[in-house]
């Protein structure tokens, strides 16, 4: 069956930095991968979508990468605000559904 | 704007009972999903619908239906609740199979 791993289940790291968040996953070929966003008590989000034949994809202070050798995705945000602060899910389409990664909890410290 | 909602946003229930979660989206999406999310597992699918009249089940769809009788609602119904059944649950939306799915703010069910 299909497995989706993300780096760590926490990251913390200082205001100003890069944050690196990694989805690996095993087992299947997706056509695309979603980036979402989770805040506590609140639904995911979508941020970013890359496609099988993209490597990269950009949006504002957030870059996505798909690497379908290494069977990885990452997921970075630049110049990070404590506002970033959120549970970050990865998900990769399985068929017409997706399958969704356990998440990493960001924190940006002031 | 268009919405995705879900009630009740907290429920405790008793062993046993059955348990409806109502899910309503006004996106006209053809697409809609039940996930149940835990610590540890996240998201995980229990049942998903591509239209009405059409229900597929899930990853973790026992002890589970759904049923779709218009454009508009998926309700999910715990034919009798369990224990194990605790968690928090999101409904979603899609327009095509595939796509960015819109999600609701969950509903945090409690079984005693």
């Known amino acids: 069956s299909q497995k989706i791993e993300q780096n760590s289940e926490a990251l913390n790291i200082q205001e100003g930095k890069t944050a690196t968040l990694t989805c690996n996953y095993t087992?299947?070929?997706?056509?695309?991968l979603q980036w979402y966003r989770q805040d506590p008590g609140r639904g995911p989000v979508f941020l970013l979508l890359i496609r099988e034949n993209e490597k990269e994809k950009r949006k504002e202070r957030l870059k996505v990468t798909f690497d379908t050798t290494l069977k990885q995705s990452l997921f970075h945000i630049t110049a990070s605000q404590p506002a970033d602060s959120a549970t970050y899910l990865c998900?990769?389409?399985?068929?017409?559904?997706?399958?969704f990664g356990p998440g990493t909890r960001l924190s940006v410290l002031p | 704007d268009a919405e995705i909602t879900q009630s009740p946003r907290h429920k405790i229930t008793e062993t046993g009972r059955q348990v409806t979660l109502a899910c309503h989206q006004t996106?006209?999406?053809?697409?809609m999903f039940w996930y149940r999310q835990d610590l540890g597992h996240g998201l995980r699918l229990i049942h998903y619908s591509y239209g009405v009249q059409d229900t597929n089940k899930g990853e973790v769809s026992d002890g589970y239906s759904v049923s779709r009788s218009n454009t508009e609602d998926l309700p999910l119904t715990l034919e009798s609740a369990a224990s194990s059944q605790t968690s928090v649950y999101f409904c979603a939306s899609s327009g095509q199979a595939g796509e960015t799915q819109y999600f609701g703010p969950g509903t945090r069910l409690l079984v005693l």
């Open positions: 998900a990769l389409n399985y068929g017409q559904n997706f399958v």
């Open positions: 087992n299947y070929s997706p056509a695309y």
């Open positions: 996106w006209n999406h053809n697409n």
